[in-house]
């Protein structure tokens, strides 16, 4: 998926994916097969983590949602000090100027410290609608680490939704709105290069899925 901001370069995916192979060929190779999946053409949910004040993912996720080919619309919070942190009413009105019907299908955890944070709630919250067909909206650099982590939140609770996968492709020159490392452009291919290291970092507490787990689960959406 192109983000929804009119590009002022190139695309950023290959780059991006460079910077995952770059921890390990394993981790490069997982992490293409999540960037490069194609979600289905409906379902029950789609999902998208908010944060760095990137209104993109927001949009990107209403607009698959919005053509009722999926029923619900889950959207964890963002970091309660970072400085676009809207509230469930405000998320609301922006879904509604985005083209949003059916409100009363949107799920919205209120804010959310880490991405595990966000994936523990995905995960309850897809069993919980009994989802059939899951698919997670983020951007490219964040995508991988996210989804990832989504399976172990998974595996942990015992209840693995079939989860797809629909990335954001930044332009090269894009920069996130909101600072998080001062004096550095924020571009989608330095972010890859922050996320990338903290897949193997985190997957020994089992906060994030392992290389078998995840490939298993990516295996698992063949026979959807």
Do not use: C
Request: charged share 25%; net charge negative.
């Amino acid at each position: 998926m192109k983000d929804v901001l009119t590009p002022q370069s190139s695309s950023s995916r290959e780059k991006v994916l460079e910077q995952f192979h770059k921890v390990s060929p394993e981790i490069g190779a997982l992490a293409r097969r999540t960037v490069d999946m194609t979600p289905p053409d409906e379902g029950e949910a789609v999902a998208v983590f908010l944060g760095l004040g990137e209104h993109a993912r927001l949009e990107a996720a209403v607009r698959m949602w919005r053509d009722d080919a999926y029923r619900h619309l889950l959207i964890g919070g963002v970091n309660p000090g970072e400085q676009d942190h809207p509230s469930r009413d405000e998320l609301l009105g922006r879904i509604e100027a985005l083209g949003g019907t059916h409100l009363e299908n949107v799920r919205v955890l209120p804010e959310a410290r880490h991405t595990k944070d966000q994936a523990d709630w995905l995960a309850a919250t897809a069993s919980e609608l009994e989802t059939k067909r899951l698919v997670l909206v983020e951007p490219d650099y964040h995508l991988p680490r996210a989804y990832a982590t989504t399976v172990a939140s998974m595996n942990t609770q015992g209840k693995v939704t079939p989860m797809w996968a629909s990335g954001i492709d930044y332009p090269l020159d894009f920069e996130t709105p909101e600072p998080r490392y001062p004096g550095v452009r924020q571009t989608p291919v330095f972010m890859a290069g922050e996320d990338a290291p903290r897949i193997p970092l985190y997957q020994p507490n089992g906060h994030v899925a392992s290389n078998e787990a995840l490939a298993k689960h990516l295996d698992l959406l063949k026979k959807q």
